[in-house]
C-alpha cells in the first residue's frame, strides 16, 4: 500500500499556519488580532500560488510586499527559513501511526511525495514517519513527479510488487489518483473535507477517514 505524504499523512495546511505564526513571531510586532487574521489568509493564498515549487522565496516576499515587516529577512534567507522551520511545524497523530503499523503487519507500506529532498526527509524524519515505511519515494530524488506514472513504477519496483496488488491512497485527484491509474495501480481518493469531485479522473474509491483503508483488505 502507498501513500501520498502532504495533507495525506500529514496536515500541511496545519503546518503552513504554525509556519506562519513563527514567521510574525520573527518579523512583526503587536500586531492586531484582526490584521493578523488578514494576514494568515494572504500567507496562506500565496502557499497555494506558489505549491509545488521548490523554492519558497515568492511565497515569503510577496508576503512581505503586502505587509511591511518591521524586522525583516533578506530574500537571500528566505528559503533557508522555510527549509528550517517548516519541517517543524509537522506533526502527525497517533491514529495515523497506529493505522500504519497494522497494516504494515500484512503488507508492504511506502510513501511517494512531491518536493525537495532535503524538506520532505526532514518532515518525516522530524515526525518519526521513516520507521514505519518500507520505502519513500521524492520527486526530486528520482526525477519524476506525480502524475508522471513513472514515480510510482519506481515505487513497485523497489518494493517488488505488480500494481494490481497495490493500492495508492492521496488527497489531489490529479496528481496522485490520475498518476496511479497511469501506472495501473488503484487509486483512493483521501477526501476528508468532502471536496466534490469536478475532474473526469474516477478513483477506485474514496475515503473520508484513513482508518476507512482497511474496508480495501482483510
Given at each position: 500500500m502507498l501513500f501520498d505524504l502532504d495533507n495525506t499523512l500529514l496536515n500541511r495546511d496545519e503546518a503552513v499556519d504554525k509556519l506562519f505564526l513563527r514567521l510574525v513571531k520573527m518579523c512583526y510586532v503587536d500586531?492586531?488580532?484582526?490584521?493578523?487574521?488578514?494576514?494568515?489568509?494572504?500567507?496562506?493564498?500565496?502557499?497555494?500560488?506558489?505549491?509545488?515549487?521548490?523554492d519558497k522565496t515568492d511565497v515569503v516576499a510577496s508576503f512581505f510586499d503586502d505587509f511591511p515587516p518591521q524586522h525583516g529577512m533578506p530574500k537571500h534567507a528566505i528559503q533557508d527559513f522555510w527549509n528550517h522551520h517548516f519541517p517543524q511545524c509537522?506533526?502527525?497523530?497517533?491514529?495515523?501511526?497506529?493505522i500504519i503499523h497494522r497494516i504494515k503487519q500484512?503488507?508492504?507500506?511506502?510513501?511517494?511525495?512531491?518536493?525537495?529532498v532535503e524538506r520532505q526527509k526532514a518532515k518525516?524524519?522530524?515526525t518519526n514517519l521513516d520507521r514505519y515505511f518500507d520505502t519513500v519515494i521524492i520527486s526530486e530524488e528520482v526525477g519524476?513527479?506525480?502524475?508522471?506514472?513513472?514515480?510510482?513504477?519506481i515505487a513497485?519496483?523497489?518494493?517488488?510488487?505488480k500494481p494490481e496488488n497495490t493500492?495508492?491512497?492521496g488527497d489531489d485527484l490529479v496528481k496522485d489518483i490520475g498518476g496511479c491509474q497511469q501506472a495501473h495501480i488503484k487509486g483512493i481518493w483521501f477526501n476528508p473535507s468532502m471536496r466534490k469531485n469536478d475532474t473526469d479522473i474516477q478513483p477506485y474509491a474514496e475515503i473520508h477517514s484513513l482508518e476507512h483503508v482497511f474496508n480495501f483488505f482483510t
Open positions: 500586531v492586531e488580532h484582526a490584521i493578523k487574521n488578514e494576514m494568515r489568509q494572504k500567507f496562506r493564498e500565496y502557499d497555494e500560488k506558489y505549491f509545488g515549487e521548490s509537522f506533526s502527525v497523530s497517533e491514529d495515523t501511526l497506529t500484512q503488507m508492504k507500506v511506502g510513501i511517494i511525495t512531491n518536493g525537495s518525516i524524519s522530524y519524476w513527479s506525480k502524475p508522471d506514472g513513472r514515480i510510482f513504477e513497485l519496483k523497489r518494493l517488488n510488487v493500492l495508492f491512497i
